[in-house]
């Protein structure tokens, strides 16, 4: 019975590279969520997939970064050249439910700590 | 724009007392609101939720009471143990959102 996966748990990357961040949700959950969290601040909600479907990415930037929840395999969050501020905690969630956030359903990964030198 | 805030970094209780954790929000369309507990090195878990037709909901130690006139909810927790020690995190949300907003946290610990 496996929860949330988050791979990778941490990455390091220099100015100017790719980050890609892989989630695979709990077996079942169709509803997947990114959340950000800068040092010192809570968590922030980026973007929200359904299965082939962006459903909302208003929290999203809106260059440089971008998600997709392909009919097989992971969700995958995608930071292009990256930059300092970048740095920060991704979580993935995942829900069975719609409007899984608003029943207390999101069940959360370990994150992905990205570092940006 | 931080909607939901916590205010208290840090709260330090004895083991056996009450924690209390605060949360003031800004939003009036928040409808729903929920408290996660984070321990270091994972990710958020759910704890209890309320709906603001309701202005307590009790799941064992935790309580959760909301003030809607004053946009304050709290968590108390009773009595507090050790494995209570974590970081607690505010959340709310509305009807048609597809996303909770979160407060800073506050990290409790409970000195044994």
């Known amino acids: 019975n496996a929860g949330v996966m988050q791979n990778p748990r941490h990455l390091v990357r220099r100015r100017g590279q790719e980050a890609r961040l892989r989630c695979s949700p709990v077996k079942g959950h169709s509803h997947v969520y990114w959340y950000r969290q800068l040092p010192e601040e809570g968590l922030k909600f980026m973007v929200y997939l359904q299965k082939e479907n962006i459903i909302d990415e208003s929290g999203m930037p809106k260059e440089r970064f971008s998600a997709e929840f392909p009919k097989e395999g992971p969700s995958i969050l995608r930071i292009q050249q990256v930059v300092r501020g970048d740095s920060a905690a991704y979580f993935c969630?995942?829900?069975?439910?719609?409007?899984?956030?608003?029943?207390?359903?999101?069940?959360f990964g370990e994150g992905s700590r990205l570092t940006v030198l | 724009d931080q909607q939901v805030k916590q205010n208290s970094p840090s709260l330090s209780v004895q083991e056996g007392r009450i924690s209390i954790l605060n949360c003031d929000y800004t939003?009036?369309?928040?409808?729903?609101f929920l408290w996660y507990k984070k321990y270091p090195a994972e990710g958020p878990t759910f704890l209890i939720s309320i709906s603001s037709i309701k202005d307590k909901n009790e799941d064992g130690r935790f309580t959760v009471f909301l003030n809607k006139s004053a946009k304050h909810l709290s968590l108390h927790i009773v009595p507090s143990q050790p494995g209570d020690s974590a970081v607690y995190f505010c959340?709310?949300?509305?009807?048609?959102?597809?996303?909770?907003?979160f407060g800073t946290g506050t990290r409790l610990t409970v000195i044994p």
């Open positions: 939003n009036s369309m928040f409808d729903y």
């Open positions: 959340a709310a949300s509305f009807s048609g959102a597809n996303n909770l907003f």
């Open positions: 969630a995942s829900s069975p439910l719609l409007q899984g956030a608003n029943t207390g359903e999101l069940f």
